[in-house]
């Protein structure tokens, strides 16, 4: 399966740290990605290739990957930070992308 | 700096095609080894990706899609297109042109565009 599975939602108090994680069996054999998706906005790259941040990307964004599960972490969580959150990779023979279905973080 | 701008009929009635066309202007088309993507989201979904296309014309399909779907460009006009058959009520949803790194096993969307509602009346 290419499915890519995500908990519907996640919650921290502002300064703690989210941990969001995506499991799917094609990701050991794939990178994953991670866009942050704010209401009425299209998606923004924050991780690709497991654990890089692209340019711009605060250092408290981090990714990282164990087996079939992937994992972002964002350290002292802004109010800012809310959001949902889609992991990405591709199928085991790279012939298509697929998403997860989306990781609501709450800030309380 | 690169942009991308979805253009296209905000309403498509059930049966009918779905025409959009993704603008890209601050470079060229043509200038990377990047591919050009198409991505929907029905409203309260998630990310569903359609298809991508290298600007030689080379193509990828998501399989669930892929009868219905055609993605071509046109280097000329910077312009990259979306063509989707046989619309219903679920193909409704808010539509992403990006551009899509693919290759030395990445597959990843790094530039999108704004988006463009998609309407499919009952």
């Known amino acids: 399966s290419s499915e890519l599975t995500q908990p519907p939602s996640v919650s921290v108090s502002p300064g703690q740290t989210a941990r969001i994680t995506c499991s799917g069996d094609?990701?050991?054999?794939?990178?994953a990605y991670w866009y942050r998706q704010r209401p009425g906005q299209a998606p923004l790259l924050v991780i690709y290739?497991?654990?890089k941040r692209p340019s711009g990307i605060p250092e408290r964004f981090s990714g990282s990957s164990s087996g079939t599960t992937v994992t972002l972490t964002i350290t002292g969580v802004r109010a800012e930070d809310e959001a949902d959150y889609y992991c990405?990779?591709?199928?085991?023979?790279?012939?298509?992308?697929?998403f997860g279905g989306g990781t609501k973080l709450t800030v309380l | 700096q690169l942009q991308l701008q979805e253009s296209g009929p905000g309403l498509v009635k059930p049966s009918e095609t779905l025409s959009l066309t993704c603008s890209v202007s601050?470079?060229?088309?043509?200038?990377?080894?990047?591919?050009w993507g198409w991505i929907r989201q029905t409203p309260g979904e998630g990310l569903e990706w359609i298809g991508s296309?290298?600007?030689?014309?080379?193509?990828y399909y998501n399989p669930s899609l892929k009868s219905r779907v055609t993605i071509s460009v046109d280097t000329s006009k910077n312009q990259f297109s979306l063509r989707l058959t046989s619309v219903a009520a679920a193909d409704a949803a808010v539509y992403y042109c990006a551009r899509h790194v693919l290759g030395g096993g990445y597959w990843y969307f790094d530039l999108w565009g704004r988006g463009t509602l998609v309407t499919v009346p009952s």
């Open positions: 094609a990701l050991p054999q794939q990178y």
């Open positions: 296309v290298f600007y030689s014309g080379g193509t």
């Open positions: 290739n497991d654990s």
């Open positions: 990405q990779s591709a199928d085991s023979s790279s012939t298509y992308a697929v």
């Open positions: 601050g470079g060229s088309i043509s200038s990377s080894d990047d591919y």
